[in-house]
């Protein structure tokens, strides 16, 4: 056991004991650990802020109600006060043409909750258009003509476009 030597110990007796080589050894690192740990801990942080990134990113491109063409513009909106039944949603929104596909795209983006209704009535924006929705009848008689389309997703979550529902 007496006879074991620690290099270690040694060299910093030595520079210890011989000031001139104190500043020889202080450039140099003693632990070339650390350094590797520096260099994980710097890897691991350039990774974890490209993850992040990346993630950031596709939260900014993923597509949206102002993505699609129509020029979509929410008028009016109505929604129940009940809270512990189901939740019925009416919206008024006007589109700048005939964009059944899209039409049908917007009402999937708008809020559904379970066991609920979503109803979206949709209106040329060249015409004339409700700006006040009421649970009851919906839209006002003297609009139903200018309605291009209905979105309803029901409770089920079962979606219906009609085209000119009001169109005899």
């Keep these: 056991m007496g006879d074991e030597r620690c290099e270690t110990c040694d060299v910093r007796r030595y520079v210890m004991n011989y000031p001139e080589q104190r500043a020889k050894f202080a450039s ?15 890897y691991i942080l350039l990774a974890a802020f490209i993850a992040v990134a990346i993630m950031l990113w596709n939260v900014a491109r993923e597509p949206g109600i102002k993505d699609l063409p129509g020029n979509f513009n929410e008028v009016a909106f109505v929604r129940n006060e ?12 006007t589109v700048n043409g005939e964009y059944w596909k899209e039409m049908e795209q917007y009402g999937n983006y708008m809020p559904h909750t379970k066991y609920g209704t979503t109803r979206i009535y949709f209106f040329s924006d060249k015409k004339t258009y409700p700006t006040i929705l009421t649970l009851g009848a919906n839209i006002p008689a003297n ?26």
């Design 143 to 168: 609009y139903r003509d200018n309605c291009i389309g209905i979105y309803e997703k029901n409770g089920m979550a079962q979606v219906l476009l009609r085209k000119h529902p009001y169109k005899n």
């Design 82 to 93: 009940q809270n512990s039944g189901p939740v019925v949603r009416i919206y008024a929104v």
């Design 28 to 42: 140099k690192s003693l632990r070339p650990q650390t350094s590797m740990l520096k260099n994980k801990k710097t």
